[in-house]
């Protein structure tokens, strides 16, 4: 019996919760109806889907993030150069983001395919384990993409201006300090 009075007693108070109120509506204070409030957000809504197209970040190609790109991943190849000497395929495979990074970063699209073409011959031969074809292969690919470790003089100046500069915290940004 104590549990049907709970029962009704909870079906009465969901009725009324879903009663319509006897009291008017508080108008809003923008002064528009449903249509033209639904009008405005379709308007926002067809303007925010064409904003995703104006704003792909897919990688600026100024000269600035190239040469920083340039900068710090094609040391990092070029320090390879005693590793692929010396027949060390795990060294260089380590390196595989330097390889795909300078590829995407340093180089314009028309020199991009020849890179991959050339970084994809590198990775063959570590794969086959050929380290005849790998210093091949990596002299091809510094080579055609300008690829030389910088040697830094301590004495002759500044090598970076601003912590924000790809130089700083690396071998090749020092600071000359009297």
Same mark, same amino acid.
């Given at each position: $019996?104590?549990? =049907?009075?709970?029962?009704? &007693?909870?079906?009465?108070?969901? &009725?009324? %919760?879903?009663?319509?109120?006897?009291?008017?509506?508080?108008?809003? !204070?923008? #002064? $528009?109806?449903?249509?033209?409030?639904? +009008?405005?957000? %379709?308007?926002? %809504?067809?303007?925010?889907?064409?904003?995703?197209?104006?704003?792909?970040?897919? *990688?600026?190609?100024? =000269?600035?993030?190239?040469?920083?790109?340039? *900068?710090?991943? +094609?040391?990092?190849?070029?320090?390879?150069?005693?590793?692929?000497?010396?027949?060390?395929?795990?060294?260089?495979?380590?390196?595989?983001?330097?390889?795909?990074?300078?590829?995407? #970063?340093?180089?314009?699209?028309?020199?991009?395919?020849?890179?991959?073409?050339?970084?994809?011959?590198?990775?063959?031969?570590?794969?086959?384990?050929? =380290?005849?074809?790998?210093? !091949?292969? @990596?002299?091809?690919?510094?080579? %055609?993409?300008?690829?030389?470790?910088?040697?830094?003089?301590?004495? =002759? #100046?500044?090598?970076? !201006?601003?912590?924000?500069?790809?130089?700083?915290? !690396?071998?090749? #940004?020092?600071? @000359?300090?009297?």
């Amino acid at each position: $019996m104590k549990l =049907s009075v709970a029962i009704v &007693a909870a079906f009465a108070a969901s &009725a009324s %919760a879903f009663a319509p109120a006897p009291a008017e509506r508080a108008s809003t !204070s923008l #002064g $528009m109806d449903r249509r033209a409030a639904a +009008g405005q957000i %379709a308007a926002g %809504a067809a303007v925010l889907a064409g904003l995703p197209n104006l704003a792909v970040a897919d *990688g600026a190609r100024s =000269s600035a993030t190239q040469a920083r790109a340039r *900068g710090l991943y +094609g040391q990092r190849i070029a320090a390879l150069e005693s590793a692929v000497n010396s027949g060390d395929f795990g060294a260089v495979a380590a390196e595989k983001n330097a390889f795909i990074l300078f590829n995407s #970063g340093a180089l314009v699209k028309s020199q991009q395919s020849a890179a991959v073409k050339q970084t994809n011959d590198i990775f063959a031969a570590i794969r086959a384990k050929d =380290s005849g074809a790998l210093k !091949s292969a @990596y002299n091809a690919y510094k080579s %055609a993409n300008d690829i030389a470790v910088v040697v830094v003089d301590r004495e =002759s #100046g500044q090598g970076y !201006s601003t912590d924000s500069d790809y130089k700083a915290r !690396s071998p090749t #940004g020092t600071i @000359y300090i009297r």
